[in-house]
């Protein structure tokens, strides 16, 4: 991945750092994969972001033909919540699924297990986030219009155990996801039996920038 700056520059009030290496998928082990999610959180929070300072034009060039994230996200799709911002990645880094109150259905697990079966994705990161509308929707019980209420009983076991308490439930939820889809995919299952991939939820504070991890 070209590009490359040398030292820092500041573009716009925001500092950059020079890109590190291409990430070599195949030699990512589950923990480094997610430890390469969190370093990216770190340079997201205190503005030494590296993604953007990548060749776009050869990323593209490279991923036409194929694709090598090394994580999975399964993310709520709040608009606050811009993934590969959030970990300071590009384009081929992450195979993002979204869901309001990013919940495990079977659509969702089916793209997982592509991700991790097909795509050999190292980490799958389940990430509930600050103020969710869909979780406060559960939480308050109220009808609501379309299929807007089929989201709930997805959520209402986080509700049960953590209460009103939106930051808590949502947490919960998380959680609750997680072990949802260590459990209830076989394929991600046996992957992570075999150490061949980590799955973990996570927290993501829309105030700070901050993303940590739950389990």
């Not at 697990?109 to 969710?132: D, F, P, Q, R, W």
Request: charged share 20%; net charge negative.
């Amino acid at each position: 991945m070209g590009g490359a700056l040398a030292g820092w520059v500041t573009a716009a009030g925001m500092e950059f750092t020079a890109p590190r290496s291409a990430l070599a998928q195949s030699t990512l082990t589950p923990d480094e994969a997610l430890q390469e999610l969190m370093d990216g959180n770190r340079r997201f929070t205190t503005g030494r972001l590296t993604a953007h300072e990548q060749d776009l034009a050869i990323l593209k060039q490279n991923t036409i033909e194929k694709q090598e994230p090394f994580a999975a996200l399964l993310s709520c799709a709040d608009s606050r919540v811009p993934v590969e911002l959030v970990f300071d990645q590009t384009i081929g880094h992450l195979f993002v699924t979204r869901i309001a109150g990013n919940v495990v259905t079977s659509e969702i697990i089916a793209s997982l297990e592509y991700g991790v079966a097909v795509l050999g994705t190292k980490v799958i990161l389940v990430m509930g986030h600050g103020n969710c509308g869909a979780v406060k929707a559960a939480i308050q019980g109220k009808e609501v219009p379309g299929e807007i209420s089929a989201l709930f009983p997805h959520i209402q076991p986080a509700v049960n155990l953590a209460g009103a308490n939106i930051e808590a439930a949502t947490k919960e939820n998380a959680k609750i996801q997680s072990a949802l889809l260590r459990e209830a995919s076989t394929v991600i299952s046996s992957f992570a039996k075999q150490g061949k991939v980590k799955v973990v939820a996570g927290y993501y504070d829309i105030t700070s920038g901050a993303a940590t991890l739950l389990d």
